[in-house]
């Protein structure tokens, strides 16, 4: 594949906690490009005045805000949008806000899945668990089937540095950084390395036709 062939480098994507103090937020956004932010509420789900308090320095830096499963909140915070990460859900989330709204897709662990995701009206799919943990072989793969023949978005979660570079290798979209990875003092620095490797990446996912390996359609 020549070089003017090659995608676009992937963006960042990141999971922020309700909890997590605006400027900590914003410190971590600015440390590489990141397009959006996908806020997980706590146990107790947290207010609308907490959300916007937490949005709005993100979105003023061009970051859209989302926010885990609660559409109900996206109006009233100001948000651009949520992620539904169940597929049950995101008929409902897809309802409420679209078509205005940014609605993400995850819980997607089968290419059928993937598949009904894109299909239903979601802006973007995504692979791997939010809370981390998922099988990073099946993210991968899925990554690599998916992005050279949908024009959907795909976004996959990274819970390391070198799990960054195989993304950004396999042609993910967006690179979702974990919590793991983004906790306590090295988060701002975890995001400035994670930029590094997409920076120097070279995309080695194929053109659409390609036969890629990937996991089956097994629910």
Not at 51 to 63: H, K, S, T, V, Y
Not at 112 to 121: C, Q, R, T
Request: one cysteine or more.
């Amino acid at each position: 594949m020549s070089q003017s062939a090659l995608p676009p480098r992937a963006r960042l994507m990141l999971i922020l906690p309700s909890a997590l103090p605006p400027q900590d937020a914003v410190a971590l956004a600015a440390a590489g490009d990141v397009a959006a932010a996908v806020i997980r509420p706590a146990e107790k789900a947290p207010s609308a005045a907490q959300l916007r308090a937490l949005a709005q320095p993100l979105q003023q830096r061009d970051c859209a805000v989302l926010v885990e499963d609660k559409p109900e909140l996206v109006a009233a915070a100001g948000l651009d949008g949520a992620h539904a990460d169940d597929a049950a859900l995101l008929a409902k989330v897809l309802k409420q806000l679209k078509p205005d709204g940014i609605v993400g897709a995850g819980g997607l662990f089968t290419r059928h899945a993937a598949m009904e995701a894109g299909e239903s009206g979601a802006d973007y799919v995504l692979f791997g668990a939010l809370a981390g943990g998922d099988d990073f072989a099946r993210t991968r793969a899925l990554v690599e089937w998916w992005s050279p023949l949908f024009e959907v978005p795909c976004a996959a979660v990274a819970t390391s540095l070198p799990e960054v570079e195989a993304l950004a290798n396999a042609g993910a979209d967006f690179i979702v950084l974990g919590e793991g990875l983004l906790r306590g003092a090295d988060g701002v620095a975890a995001v400035r390395a994670a930029q590094a490797a997409i920076d120097t990446a070279k995309v080695t996912a194929g053109t659409p036709g390609d036969e890629i390996a990937g996991p089956d359609d097994a629910p």
